[in-house]
């Protein structure tokens, strides 16, 4: 049985951390565990003096995150995606003792869909990256989701199945996450062995660095699903079928009243933690986006038995062990999921034994709606974003008062704890800072208040000319639901006029002109540049939806205007390498062995950003990214308007499978181009 770190390699872990964040000004740092503090929940107290800073904590998490409140506060230091703001003075300097109880036992992160949007090509150097972030943000319960398909090859063919049915069962890299799920099969297969295995090493890496944090990773169970072909190797065995996803074909699940679901599902948890060990947490999505199919008559004793069988065939392996489930169904398909639906899934798991991932709260409490829910036990989550869209947009005081006032409420049942549980990440950073910090404190955060620190913990630097573009920003940005919009020249040509943001273009590009007072001074800081890039491409891109309706108004052929404003936006967002296509492409080909196997992976890569599959994915992970625009947005834009709609569908699946390297802007700097930016369209007529 696998035990939390001792407290000396807790410590050990958690400046490993630290050095690796902040390099040999680790040293300042006195790290210690105090049983003292010991309790239900992490709990850190910090202080410095003497040039030392102090943090003790009952747990590894305590203590990164504890030492991450400090070079937030006292030295306003930053990590984030897209870079890190760790300058710190050569003595660091003193803080008044601050201690803190998380109110969360469990601090939650990922979606699913995040290992298909965010993580898919990511090596070992990206995770620990990121698995230093969420130690410093204070993460304890991370999804933990790669490698299992090596389990499943050796399971399946235990029970007889040949590989050729095992390879249409598995999808390509890009489309894993909807695979696992049960959405589909063999979507932008096949699946090279490389892969696999290449996913197990990872997964053994990741899950040893997150234990050693003292993390509970939640690690993939069985939810139903099987390859098409698997009753012609066991006719005993009734499958049943979904009534099919988007438009893909239907997928298929072993009947919950079958012997053989546990069978199955026990066989892979015991095959799972042979090769990764576990933490007795385990993820099973029974239908995801698709509705089960269960006669009237009996759908309430066949639900029952749903959640009976997937909770059975975890007992058998692991008696530990707790199903735990994301409760996006309950959302998704409400009309379906009443409470006497909803009671019958969950009513079936022995209490303690199950807890649901209450999957968008910032959309639909779940929770509120369904007894059951409460009672079975629940983490409230927020969901930031879809697809890993890249638009700027976000509700920041309603999303922290919504979490504060569910720790609040009396009638909250067996909450568990918090999270977030984004498609994709390395979207809206000021999102996720906010609310890994409500994570930490029982009362809602006034984000007015909040932005101040927030502004100057990012840039190291703080002025009125900053305070005020935040401020507006916050306002613009990140307050009413109604600034949050799709814009039209992201998206596949249609015959109507865009919608316009509920933003104001006018004060969003009157904050970035504050913002670019401090340029010259902070044009070297990541985190400054990202800002930059991130509020103008919001501004230009609400600049080319309105050039675009005028152009349309007036009847031009000549679209010249809304085309060079396209590859205005190419060019600044070429200034980020995680906003350039030919990133995600490198990355993607890294994880082929053969020249074929590097080829199929870029097509993955192209494809998910683009058409995806299926009848209404097209462009629903699309993003504002360099030699994206450029390359194929614009090109879109270009054949629309001679007249080629029709021929679209062709093109479009022709640029996902071809491997040439895509039309990009070259690398600039992000403050030239902006002012730049600015001076040209500024200055062009308003329509």
């Known amino acids: 049985m696998l035990v939390g770190p001792s407290a000396s390699d807790a410590v050990s872990a958690s400046e490993a951390v630290l050095q690796r964040t902040i390099g040999s000004k680790a040293s300042a740092f006195v790290l210690q565990i105090d049983p003292k503090l010991s309790g239900e929940t992490d709990h850190f107290v910090v202080e410095a ?142 699946l090279p062995q490389s892969w696999i295995d290449g996913q197990a090493a990872l997964q053994k890496k990741i899950l040893q660095s997150e234990r050693a944090l ?76 698709q509705l089960p199919l269960f006669p009237p008559s009996t759908k309430l004793e066949d639900l029952k038995k749903c959640g009976e069988a997937v909770y059975k065939s975890i007992h058998a392996a692991d008696p530990k062990g707790v199903w735990v489930m994301q409760g996006w169904l309950f959302y998704n398909a409400r009309n379906y999921w009443k409470e006497p639906e ?14 649901v991932l209450d999957l968008a709260d910032n959309m639909y409490e779940a929770w509120r709606e369904h007894p059951a829910v409460r009672r079975t036990g629940w983490i409230y989550n927020t969901l930031p974003g879809f697809g890993g869209d890249t638009a700027i947009q976000g509700t920041l005081d309603i999303d922290a008062q919504r979490v504060a006032k569910a720790q609040n409420d009396p009638s909250k049942g067996r909450l568990l704890g918090e999270g977030l549980t984004m498609e994709g990440i390395d979207q809206n950073p000021v999102e996720y800072e906010l609310m890994t910090d409500a994570m ?100 230009l891109g609400a600049l080319a939806d309105r050039e675009l309706t005028a152009e349309r108004k007036s009847g031009t052929d000549n679209h010249a205007v809304f085309q060079g404003m396209l590859h205005d936006i190419d060019r600044l967002v070429a200034c980020r390498p995680e906003y350039r296509l030919s990133s995600w492409i490198s990355d993607a080909r890294e994880w082929g062995v053969t020249s074929s196997e ?25 993003k504002e990214w360099a030699g994206l625009i450029d390359d194929f947005i614009a090109n879109r834009w270009r054949q629309a308007f001679a007249g080629k709609m029709a021929e679209l569908p062709d093109w479009e699946l022709a640029w996902d499978h071809s491997t040439a390297p895509p039309q990009e802007s070259p690398s600039g700097d992000a403050v030239s181009i902006t002012r730049e930016l600015i001076a040209k369209y500024t200055s062009l007529p308003a329509h």
């Open 598 to 622: 590097k080829d199929a992976m870029e097509a993955n890569a192209r494809m998910q950003i683009t058409v995806w599959g299926g009848k209404d994915l097209f462009d629903y992970a699309n």
């Open 440 to 539: 930490w404190q029982p009362d809602a955060i006034d984000a007015s208040h909040w932005i101040d620190d927030y502004a100057k913990a990012r840039y190291g630097r703080w002025d009125d000319s900053i305070r005020d573009a935040w401020h507006i920003f916050l306002v613009e940005l990140y307050t009413d639901p109604k600034s949050s919009y799709e814009a039209t020249w992201r998206f596949r040509p249609k015959n109507q006029d865009p919608v316009m943001p509920g933003f104001n273009p006018e004060h969003l590009v009157q904050a970035i002109q504050l913002l670019l007072k401090d340029g010259d001074h902070l044009k070297t800081n990541s985190l400054y540049s990202r800002d930059l890039v991130d509020f103008t491409k919001t501004w």
């Open 342 to 355: 909803v009671e019958s899934l969950l009513g079936s798991v022995p209490d303690g034994k199950m807890i």
């Open 214 to 289: 003292g993390m509970t990773p939640i690690v993939p169970a069985f939810s139903g699903f099987v390859p098409g072909d698997f009753g012609q190797y066991h006719p005993e065995v009734k499958l049943e079928s979904t009534n099919g996803w988007v438009g893909f074909a239907p997928t298929h699940f072993v009947y919950v009243r079958s012997k053989m679901f546990v069978d199955i599902g026990s066989k892979f948890l015991t095959e799972y933690r042979k090769e990764f060990g576990s933490d007795h947490l385990y993820l099973a999505d029974t239908f995801n986006e």
């Open 49 to 190: 003096h003497g040039g030392k800073a102090y943090v003790s904590g009952n747990s590894a998490i305590a203590l990164c995150r504890g030492a991450y409140d400090y070079l937030k506060g006292a030295c306003h230091c930053m990590v984030s995606w897209s870079g890190d703001n760790v300058r710190l003075l050569d003595r660091l300097p003193d803080y008044a003792r601050r201690e803190v109880v998380s109110p969360a036992k469990y601090r939650h992160y990922f979606n699913v869909c995040t290992f298909g949007y965010s993580t898919v090509w990511w090596d070992w150097s990206r995770w620990q990256k990121e698995i230093d972030w969420m130690a410093l943000h204070g993460i304890n319960m991370p999804l933990a989701l790669n490698g299992e398909e090596k389990i499943w090859q050796k399971v399946f063919r235990g029970y007889g199945i040949p590989d050729s049915s095992i390879q249409s069962f598995f999808s390509g890299p890009a489309f894993l996450p909807w695979q696992r799920m049960g959405n589909l099969n063999g979507h932008m297969s096949p």
